[in-house]
């Protein structure tokens, strides 16, 4: 069986509003020989006649009464599924949302984000997630609703991304590091004892690679998986560490803070999403909380 023309439930619902084939032609911007044609494929598919003549006018039939209200309220229903979405009632919104982040980012950004939410939408929760790959499966299968970091080649090609703030490497040392008397040249820095961040812990990474442009090689004492626990490090040894600006800033409290002395591309931390959730309005909204509150 041919699957029907639901074209014709408006079809039907504006001829029994009107019950004149011509005012029906009228409110659907069609000619009455095509609304006749209509009509006639409608009681081809009902098998019954619908609107039948009676005197200058047409009357339904017990079967046309029958649908009636029901065609309206399809047709009503079928208008809301496609219009677009409104605007949410963010007071009265009750909802929960998975934030997927680097090492930092919540230290960072965390509480603000939760005062703007908490204003906007009391009803709104934030379950915070550690980061520990790029892997976008889980924006994929939607168990995470938003994620940050720098956009690499493990993210999905059909993710949306979004950028928040540019950031860059800095050298983080304790307050009164020896390494803070006097210029700070690329010799000296490399000379010192450093502690390498690397999740997979790897020997090598940027900063190694930039220090090796200038033929110099630094000193790594130690690897560690992460911003707190480098700085944590550095904090009470003589060790120095490079850790992310922005990033970082509530982390490094009390410490020495300098620019590299050497060449280092800075880098944009962006959020990323799924397409699915591009038009969804509440998660429009949650994507521009962020966005401010990550807004140099």
């Known amino acids: 069986m041919p699957f029907p023309d639901l074209n014709l439930l408006i079809t039907l619902d504006v001829l029994l509003a009107e019950g004149s084939v011509a005012r029906a032609a009228k409110r659907l911007q ?6 006749s044609r209509s009509l006639a494929r409608l009681r081809e598919t009902t098998g019954d ?24 309220q399809l047709v009503q229903d079928a208008e809301a ?14 909802r929960t949302f998975t934030l997927r982040t680097s090492e930092g980012f919540v230290e960072n950004f ?3 984000l939760i005062a703007r939410i908490a204003a ?26 938003l994620e940050t970091g720098v956009v690499g080649k493990g993210a ?6 979004q950028g928040l703030f540019r950031d860059r490497f800095i050298g983080v040392m304790r307050e009164d590091h020896p390494l803070g008397k006097g210029d700070i040249t690329p010799a000296r820095f490399a000379a010192g004892g450093h502690i390498s961040i690397s999740r997979r812990g790897l020997d090598k990474g940027p900063i190694d ?28 040894t003589d060790l120095i560490t490079c850790v992310p600006e922005r990033h970082t800033e509530s982390l490094r409290a009390g410490m020495h803070s300098f620019a590299l002395p050497f060449e280092m591309q800075p880098f944009t931390v962006a959020m990323l999403w ?23």
């Open 30 to 35: 069609l000619s009455p020989s095509a609304m």
């Open 49 to 72: 006649p619908l609107l039948v003549r009676a005197g200058r006018g047409l009357v339904p039939t017990p079967r046309a009464i029958e649908l009636r209200e029901r065609v309206g």
């Open 81 to 94: 599924v496609l219009r677009p979405a409104e605007q949410p009632d963010l007071q009265h919104l009750s």
């Open 110 to 112: 965390g509480a603000p």
């Open 120 to 145: 906007q939408a009391p009803g709104v929760r934030l379950r915070f997630m550690h980061k520990p790959d790029k892997d976008s499966t889980a924006l994929r299968d939607g168990t995470v609703d």
């Open 156 to 161: 999905g090609p059909e993710l949306r991304t």
């Open 209 to 236: 690679d930039a220090l090796a442009a200038l033929q110099l090689t630094r000193d790594i004492v130690t690897t560690v998986a992460g911003f707190s626990t480098a700085l944590a490090l550095a904090r009470d």
């Open 274 to 296: 799924h397409p699915r959730m591009d038009a969804d309005p509440v998660h429009r909204w949650l994507r521009g909380c962020l966005k401010e509150v990550c807004a140099p």
